[in-house]
């Protein structure tokens, strides 16, 4: 069974950082469109970062940018992302979702279906 796990959630102080992990069970992750996504109690689904399967395109949602970077490490077969300057805003479940499509670009990556998904991992900010 394909599967993604994701990890590196936690508990963390305002203004600090967290490296949350996909990691991709018997799929090799590096021929995939991963997209993050976060859901916050009583809150839709969003998209807050994307990076294609050749690594050209990234996109970040508004409220993250420059604040998160997205990163894959194809030894690892695990895509990361890395959360700095967190706020209590960020508080949510993180999935993150594999998309197998050519000529992708992340402009609508939110819009898209995507193949694989995680099963989430919890990420509060609180002091």
């Known amino acids: 069974q394909l599967q993604l796990v994701e990890s590196g959630g936690g508990l963390v102080q305002p203004g600090g950082s967290l490296r949350l992990s996909c990691a991709a069970l018997r799929f090799t992750l590096a021929y995939y469109n991963i997209g993050w996504f976060r859901q916050a109690p009583g809150k839709e689904r969003e998209g807050v970062s994307c990076?294609?399967?050749?690594?050209?395109?990234?996109n970040y949602a508004d409220s993250v940018k420059g604040r998160f970077t997205i990163s894959r490490d194809s030894a690892e077969n695990t895509v990361y992302l890395h959360m700095n300057s967190l706020k209590p805003e960020d508080t949510a479940v993180y999935f993150c979702?594999?998309?197998?499509?050519?000529?992708?670009?992340?402009?609508?990556?939110?819009?898209?279906?995507?193949?694989?998904w995680g099963r989430g991992t919890q990420v509060t900010v609180s002091s």
């Open positions: 979702a594999a998309l197998g499509l050519e000529y992708f670009d992340c402009s609508d990556y939110a819009t898209y279906e995507y193949d694989y």
């Open positions: 990076l294609s399967s050749s690594g050209g395109s990234t």
